[in-house]
């Protein structure tokens, strides 16, 4: 990799254009870009967007690039940071039919940009044409005599390959003998002009560089009053802490926390969201704030900002990393409320507007009203926010409902965020229609929650992978499947069973490589509000205690795909995955594999109760390095190490949900 | 469709943002566009270049439009002829999954542009919202004062609606009953409303309007000079004035004539493309230019420009219309060469550079140099040669080889053109690498000659039609399938054979919507350089005399395809193209339907030379007008009247390639 400056390239010693954008046609001057620079892959919206990236791994940039005729052309890929002054460039390659391609490392996470620059190599051309011209035996004096002009045209500024262009002038004008513009050493030398009359650049691309954390994690969402021991009693981040070695030892890279500020007082909801609170009860953890403090402040039951920044501590010891929940609304009781009545709706009564989707009403909450006249200010303040929970050491948020509010302020705060902190990773909490998912994850959120959940036949889970995994989703989207949430108890796992609580998990675990699951999943928790998908006696109203170790719980299960997901990189992406074929409806598999091509994984997972048979079978598919590429051969167990050699491309394969709905394999060539 | 004004709108009652680009996100007002407005179709490149569309014809606009929540809203589909200052604005409709759509007519062939507004229907949310609570027995009292207060600040300030906003506003105060506030005059009134705080436009897509000769014609090639009936003895205008009526009855809509200009004496070609002439050999008419005259003289020996013009309107009065050939090449007799040396390159011995492609050499051709130093006015200077023809009537263009010059030149001379002459038509002649092709089809001509003559076998038949009448290509790209060219005698037509002479006429006259002969295929001329697909003494190089009548020419059956051409819109579209079932990989059969669903018809032929008898099957397709499309019943032979009802959607069928190889029918649903 060099540099090459902050512009394309000074004038050599050619007459030289003004430089040429791709997509424009000049005005003034009719003879516009002279390259089409067409269909770069990967673009989201011809660059409106970012394409996602994990900075350290290099991203193959394609276009088709073109102009008249039949000369020799070149192309470099050039980027840089957003903020950098100076473009890096790396050459690009012909690939065939005018599709070219070049590759690029982001080294760190943050916005990048890259662009396209095509020009004419005209020494190249006049070299190919000459050497044609005498193979056929043709009078080539004239012709070699243009090539010396041409050299002395093109002369590099640059000294070294100034003067190894003059000297070949010079000796063909000595001896007249052509070999001399011939010599191997002077490609190498004119590349160094800056002779590039018809150079045009592509529209610039954006690229989102961020760490693998946002590519791949498994989340534990945690309700920090629950993890106390006794019952009645609020849970403390003290209880978390004793609880982190526990979730670190199940594998899990991501606590989550649901909102830990102050909860508001006025139509506090009671248990199973009574519109009352009974008196003790502890109210929603989403109705933030109160004469404690907002959105930047702890629930004093939970403990301090000294509790919390141990309770980080210790998780980061444990190598797992908090996430924090965002959620833009206000108890009645909220500070801002009385700070900057102005940032809140009234009626013509003089009472704030409390949240309502007609006819339901959330009277415990009061949202800001993103387009009032002080808009500028309330979005810094929310901005604020998230920067103070990284002051405190907190690098991934996990948005409430962000599809309620504006896109332009998604896009504008996590810009934001990430210029101060480009290691912040922000996941979508949005459960809503596909076209605004696809957006929220488009302007800048790193993860999203997905249709995952009601997603459980297997041509629902293969039409619904295949949809995030292929373009044009594929460059944007990154799925986190959540097998439960707070709000969700879907209704497969309603009746409570073993088989299907661990087929779900290992669906999520390995078709996603972001999966989470919510406190109590483990201990196969199910009890649902009848007639819902909802939890009964949800701890978002009350306090839980549990037994964490309760007979009958899947925590060793967990673990176990946790450990497999650890030691098997290929199921730490997402849009690698190829779906294989298997002859029996009640059965899934697929096949990943890692980016270094040094991992392969197998997987058959039950999506029935009862025993099934079935061959699992590979098709054309290979896998290796590009050198050494091939079909699999033989497939290892990764739980017991059983092996199975293929059998005309395929195995067959035995599952007996009942002890693991999940077979999980290492492929080898 | 009413007209709006310049902007979309001036200030309301209600602090009003600026307009908001859909695509870029505002600097300094982070609070940027609420809306996105995403997936505009059609749409080529981004709106990098235009779509094509036929004047007179409506397009249908669609779009992806959404903001967050859950509000009412509303969209306009708003555009204008491209030099014109007023937006026209059509309503869009959502049609499901935040997918809208909208319709317009563009009056005349030009460039248009278009674009998409997008805002809340403030009035209609709060409506909708009202209505809900009602319903749920809420009280609403308060809702209703929110809701006039609205009415107020929304305020039209065009009079009628203002009364009528302003009539509910006080009836409401007078009796606080909501009702008033309800009234369904209140929703159109409100519509004038200019109050739109959060509207926001997407890009703008241009529109190339056309007339329908651009999507649609038989094109008939003539060589001038060869018309004549006296062997040895130039052709002149006057013999194709003499063999006008003749077309015309075989039911060609254009004439298009190869350079009628001057040719050179210097290094003149003689026959079958020899280096040397022999004396009295009239030289390749591609050899453009002498002492008498350029691009805009007509060459002595075949008339005067009184006789062009005569054959012009003889041409119109039959019902045709002359393409002329626009080759940008010079013989070295070429008036520019003394006029401009400037705009040629020149070698160091001071000679002009003759064309070549190493180790090919054509040396009775100059090429100028589109980036010489002088490069404007050559570039002016040609397209000024168009200019000219347009002034004697002419408009259409056959362009020879735009692919070996600059694309932004032809972006830039036929966007010049249109501006004066905007019915001019354009056909690229380029047989090179697709991406090249497209994007010349891309940046303006109107038509494109294809790869359809190497496209013989059934597979490659509907792979190459199935690419080029899908999305992308379909939103830009013309074919115009010549059976036959100057240039061309392709393989399948060296022996000769008349079932594979009309095979190949029926599929270019069915599959394409343009399409073309070279003189002489009516004749089935079929002698062949051998080893290569050209024609043996080729009239390039000579001049020839045919008897036009000679026995075994296929005239009639020519002027058969060419009447059902005539009588069947299905067939004047290229990309309504559905490929049907067919058990016999000797027979292609497709369906196409007309843009207004009152004609369809169904082809089936023969690309074998033996009886072929297969099932034609229509399988799911569906005719008819939105409003009772259904499946086809029965077919009717457009040439001998024959009809047969389908059984289980097929119908047997025979084809006898010796009598016709083609069927054609026309379908009734």
Known sequence: MKHYGGQPSSTGGMKRAPLQEGWELSPNDPTGPRFRIEDIYPCVDGGRYPIKHIAGESVEIWADIFREGHDVLRADLVWRAEKANDWHREPMAQFGNDRWRGRFTPPQPGWYLFAIEAWTDQYGTWRKEFLLKQEAGQDVMLTAREGCDLLVELMPDAREPRLVVEAAANKFAETHDPVHLLDGALTAAIEKSDARPDLTR?????????????????????????????????????????????????????????????????????????????????????????????????????????????????CRQHGMEIALDFAVQCSPDHPWLKQHPEWFKTRPDGTFKFAENPPKKYEDIVNPDFTCADRIALWEALRDVILFWCEQGVRIFRVDNPHTKPLPFWEWMTREVRKRYPDTIFLAEAFTRPKLMNALAKLGFSQSYSYFTWRTTKDEIQEYLTEITSHPARDYFRPNFFVTTPDILPVQLQTGEPWMFKSRAALAATLSS????????????????????EYFNSEKYEIRTRDWNKPGNIKNYLKQLNMVRRQNAALLQTNNLRFLQIDNGNVTGFLKESVSHDNAVAVAIALAGSQQEFWLHFGGEEIGPPSKRGGVRAIENLVTGERHMLEWGGVRLRIDPAKDPALLFRCHA
Chains 1, 2 share one sequence.
Not at 515 to 525: A, D, K, P, R, S
């Open 202 to 314: 592509s529209h610039v691309v954006p690229l989102l560089a961020e760490r693998a954390r946002a590519r791949a994690g498994a989340w534990y969402e945690m309700v920090p009053r629950s993890q106390g021991s006794v019952p009645g009693r609020h849970g403390t981040f003290e209880d978390c802490i004793a609880r982190i070695p526990e979730i670190a030892d199940l594998g899990f890279d991501v606590i989550y926390f649901p909102p830990i500020h102050p909860i508001g007082h006025t139509n506090r909801k009671g248990k199973n969201n009574a519109l009352k609170a009974a008196p003790g009860d502890p109210g929603s953890f989403y109705a933030i704030g109160n004469e404690n403090g907002g959105h930047d402040a702890i629930h004093s039951e939970l403990g301090t900002f000294e509790d919390f920044r141990r309770l980080n501590d210790v």
């Open 514 to 533: 972001n999966y989470g699951i919510y406190n109590g999943f483990e201990l196969i928790e199910h009890d649902p509000v009848p007639g819902r998908e």
